[in-house]
């Protein structure tokens, strides 16, 4: 019996923290600017492995969803540069992550409560809804301007939730979108103030909550919908490295 909250990945180190309202699960993240290091992605999936845990043990499939959010001013701002650069498997981790997350087995709404950069950009593309904060804060792929380039399943899926127009906007130009130029652009569904940000998440999460009760189908269908991304990700970067 899983006893919430959830610190992770340990309460001695806590990154984030998994709590539950009823048929939600509400991901907080709160390490300083929640950069991607080897250790955060895992306590990523060690939330999701949690979550599907609860939804495989009942008896009946149920309402459910998961909502993320950051702190402060900052959703995610993207990978540990230098903890990536020390680490030539961290980008699988990474990369595992995001598909994970992107065929998960409830619906999932990123409560963008900040700037959601690079990695945190495609963190939340691989949710399935996005809500954003509209007084401050940009959703950007700066990879141009570090420079940096992108693997297959990273560039396959900002294509795939993107229009050819946004994706280059995106990718080329490293555009930093307003919320309401993300709104206007599809990347988001929602924007609001940003005491709103997470009230609306739930409000969304709780409105598709009750497609879970597909049970797996729901997460099966992800799959198809996103084959070729997931067939992406699933590459291993250490294969690519000396070409990127």
């Known amino acids: ?18 709590d539950q309202e009823g ?3 509400i991901l907080y993240l709160h390490n300083k600017d929640n950069r991607f290091t080897t250790e955060f992605c895992q306590s990523i999936i060690k939330a999701l492995t949690i ?3 609860i939804f495989f043990e009942a008896e009946n499939p149920v309402d459910m969803a998961l909502v993320t959010v950051g702190q402060d001013r900052i959703y995610s701002n993207g990978l540990d540069l230098a903890h990536a ?8 981790t990474f990369m595992l992550m995001l598909r994970r997350m992107l065929t998960f087995c409830i619906p ?3 409560a963008i409560n900040g700037h959601a950069f690079a990695g945190g950009c495609m963190l939340s593309l ?13 959703i950007c792929m700066n990879e141009v ?4 380039a992108l693997a297959p399943g990273m560039a396959a ?4 939730k993107s229009t050819p127009v946004t994706f280059r906007k995106m990718i080329l130009q490293g555009h930093r979108f307003t919320a309401q130029e993300a709104l206007d652009h599809g990347l988001v569904d929602v924007v609001c103030p940003e005491k709103e940000v997470l009230p609306k998440a739930k409000e969304l999460a709780l409105k598709w909550a009750p497609k879970a009760k597909a049970g797996i189908v729901y997460k099966q269908l992800k799959e198809e919908m996103y084959t070729d991304i997931v067939r992406h990700l699933a590459v291993p970067f250490n294969r690519l490295a000396s070409r990127l």
């Open 1 to 18: 019996m899983v006893q919430f909250p959830v610190a992770l990945p340990s309460k001695e180190v806590h990154y984030m923290t998994l």
């Open 23 to 25: 048929p939600l699960f």
């Open 51 to 53: 979550i599907e845990g």
């Open 85 to 92: 650069l020390a680490n030539p498997l961290f980008i699988d």
């Open 108 to 110: 999932t709404v990123a």
């Open 126 to 138: 691989a949710h399935d809804y996005r809500v954003m904060r509209s007084d401050k804060g940009f």
């Open 145 to 148: 301007d570090l420079p940096s």
């Open 157 to 160: 899926l900002c294509r795939d």
